[in-house]
């Protein structure tokens, strides 16, 4: 009997472990006939404030037949702060788990990548990024075209190398992953609302996005 309880235990932990998966939706980064190089079309290019000139999302890697394209920032502008998003507008969610590969790749004042979520518009999100030149994962909100940190940790966080950054936010309280490894919970209720979830990076950094996935908690 103990044997057959643990069977049935184990399928039902399986099947809630499937059905989970299943809720998890890929998002297209951009439509598969766009060429490298090519302006992206699955998300808004936008920047947050009025530092450095025009921002450039393009297809960094079009999409092949097993995967979907890769896209990245490309102005590389070397202004401090610029903060370059590209908007999802057909997600909104209050409650939402968010995740992307991202493949840090070239940069001076920063090598960074991130995702923004309950974005009101282009100066008013919360946001978590990673950054391979200061090893380290941090959360903030971002008020008016403000960033203020409430929440971080050193991290390892490698340039080159595809890594997977995962943010969960219900009510007032975020967790952050890094590379399937949980680092930290934070509370902050600066925004509470509906929003639409964003890509993000800062200055010169050269950040590829790829396989970015969403669950939406509550609308």
């Not at 809720?23 to 302006?39: H, M, N, V």
């Not at 309950?118 to 959360?139: F, G, T, W």
């Not at 680092?183 to 964003?198: E, H, I, N, P, Q």
């Given at each position: 009997?103990?044997?057959?309880?643990?069977?049935?235990?184990?399928?039902?932990?399986?099947?809630?472990?499937?059905?989970?998966?299943?809720?998890?939706?890929?998002?297209?980064?951009?439509?598969?006939?766009?060429?490298?190089?090519?302006?992206?079309?699955?998300?808004?290019?936008?920047?947050?404030?009025?530092?450095?000139?025009?921002?450039?999302?393009?297809v960094f890697k079009p999409a092949g037949e097993k995967s979907g394209?890769?896209?990245?920032?490309?102005?590389?502008e070397p202004v401090d702060p610029k903060y370059p998003i590209c908007i999802f507008d057909n997600i909104r969610a209050t409650d939402v788990e968010i995740s992307v590969d991202l493949t840090p790749l070239e940069g001076d004042i920063d090598r960074a990548g991130g995702l923004a979520v309950?974005?009101?518009?282009?100066?008013?999100?919360?946001?978590?990024?990673?950054?391979?030149?200061?090893?380290?994962?941090?959360?903030y909100h971002v008020v008016k075209g403000a960033r203020d940190q409430f929440a971080g940790i050193a991290e390892n966080v490698f340039s080159g190398r595809p890594q997977q950054l995962r943010l969960r936010v219900e009510g007032d309280r975020f967790t952050v992953e890094f590379n399937?490894?949980?680092?930290?919970?934070?509370?902050?209720?600066?925004?509470?609302?509906?929003?639409?979830?964003?890509?993000?990076?800062?200055?010169?950094?050269?950040?590829?996005?790829?396989?970015l996935t969403v669950k939406i908690l509550k609308d």
């Open positions: 009997m103990k044997i057959q309880a643990a069977a049935v235990a184990s399928a039902m932990l399986l099947a809630s472990s499937s059905a989970f998966a299943q809720d998890f939706r890929t998002i297209e980064l951009a439509s598969p006939a766009l060429k490298k190089g090519a302006a992206v079309d699955g998300c808004r290019p936008e920047k947050t404030g009025r530092a450095g000139g025009p921002v450039h999302w393009q394209a890769t896209i990245a920032e490309t102005s590389r309950r974005v009101i518009d282009p100066n008013n999100y919360y946001v978590v990024r990673a950054n391979a030149l200061e090893h380290n994962v941090r959360l399937h490894r949980k680092l930290f919970d934070a509370r902050d209720s600066t925004f509470k609302g509906s929003g639409a979830v964003a890509l993000w990076t800062k200055a010169d950094s050269l950040t590829e996005f790829s396989n």
